[in-house]
């Protein structure tokens, strides 16, 4: 498990073991808005030697007021699609190894949102992702979890051009009864009112999530998006190629000009 927070990822941990004994289990801190915890993440977990046949890219913040990440990125557009992007990147040549030497398939998870469909009009804002003037939180929200989508798209055709048994995909888990809303009063307040009632609880909304990286029928499918367990239909600039690899692109140049400036 890679956590923002040690002490509530040691209190899952237990949790999980007193259920199950014989997991074998270990939790290591990961904060996907800072580059350089997401480069020592990747550096410890190379170190360990072990195995990586799936990664699941889950971390999220949802319409927070506007603020930087530790890198002078927009929080949700930094933590929901830059930081999944450089650990990612960090450790598919470990993916590579892993699907080789077992002989199984190598699958990635992107968990993005039905509001991918609701970014700003022209999707992904690449000269104003620091623009405090025209943010919006949801629209800014809206635009990471579309580049969780163009993400996975991009990474499944690049990984199929180079014959790699490794699946790329991105998933909308369904309206969860987390924290996510904490920036949210009322909305916080209507869900642990109503919630119950028309929003998914936590293994509900893992479902779908654990379907695509587990279940022998998404053998061999890459660059899909899914909801409750099936292929679902993304947005028209989800499905963009073009605007995928200038997604790509633009992300690549990011982390590699790190620290960028505050204005882009």
């Known amino acids: 498990m890679a956590v923002r927070n040690m002490t509530a990822g040691g209190e899952v941990r237990e949790t999980i073991m007193k259920e199950n004994p014989?997991?074998?289990?270990?939790?290591?801190?990961?904060?996907?808005?800072?580059?350089?915890?997401?480069?020592?993440?990747?550096?410890?977990?190379?170190?360990?030697?072990?195995?990586?046949?799936?990664?699941?890219?889950?971390?999220?913040?949802?319409?927070?007021?506007?603020?930087?990440?530790?890198d002078n990125i927009e929080l949700q557009f930094a933590t929901n699609h830059i930081g999944?992007?450089?650990?990612?990147?960090?450790?598919?040549?470990?993916?590579?190894?892993?699907?080789?030497?077992?002989g199984k398939e190598g699958r990635i998870v992107n968990v993005s949102s039905r509001r991918h469909k609701f970014s700003?009009?022209?999707?992904?804002?690449?000269?104003?992702?620091?623009?405090?003037?025209?943010?919006?939180?949801?629209?800014?929200?809206?635009?990471?979890?579309?580049?969780?989508?163009?993400?996975?798209?991009?990474?499944?055709?690049?990984?199929?051009?180079?014959?790699?048994?490794?699946?790329?995909?991105?998933?909308?888990?369904?309206?969860?009864?987390?924290?996510?809303f904490r920036h949210h009063s009322f909305v916080s307040g209507l869900i642990n009112l109503l919630g119950?009632?028309?929003?998914?609880?936590?293994?509900?909304?893992?479902?779908?999530?654990?379907?695509?990286?587990?279940?022998?029928q998404v053998k061999g499918i890459s660059g899909q998006y899914f909801a409750d367990c099936n292929i679902a239909e993304a947005s028209s600039q989800a499905k963009d190629n073009n605007l995928a690899r200038k997604l790509w692109d633009f992300s690549l140049d990011l982390i590699h000009r790190y620290p960028p400036p505050q204005k882009l």
């Open 120 to 180: 700003y009009r022209e999707g992904i804002r690449f000269d104003k992702i620091n623009d405090q003037s025209g943010y919006n939180s949801l629209s800014a929200y809206g635009q990471s979890k579309l580049a969780n989508v163009l993400h996975a798209n991009e990474l499944a055709r690049r990984l199929k051009e180079d014959g790699l048994e490794i699946t790329a995909n991105s998933v909308h888990p369904g309206a969860i009864a987390t924290n996510l």
């Open 84 to 102: 999944h992007f450089l650990l990612t990147n960090l450790l598919l040549e470990n993916m590579k190894e892993t699907a080789q030497i077992t």
């Open 196 to 216: 119950k009632y028309v929003i998914k609880n936590v293994q509900q909304g893992a479902a779908t999530t654990c379907y695509v990286a587990l279940h022998p």
């Open 22 to 70: 014989y997991a074998k289990l270990h939790a290591m801190e990961l904060d996907l808005s800072s580059m350089d915890s997401v480069k020592k993440f990747a550096s410890d977990f190379k170190s360990t030697g072990l195995q990586l046949n799936i990664l699941i890219n889950n971390a999220g913040v949802m319409a927070t007021p506007f603020m930087f990440s530790k």
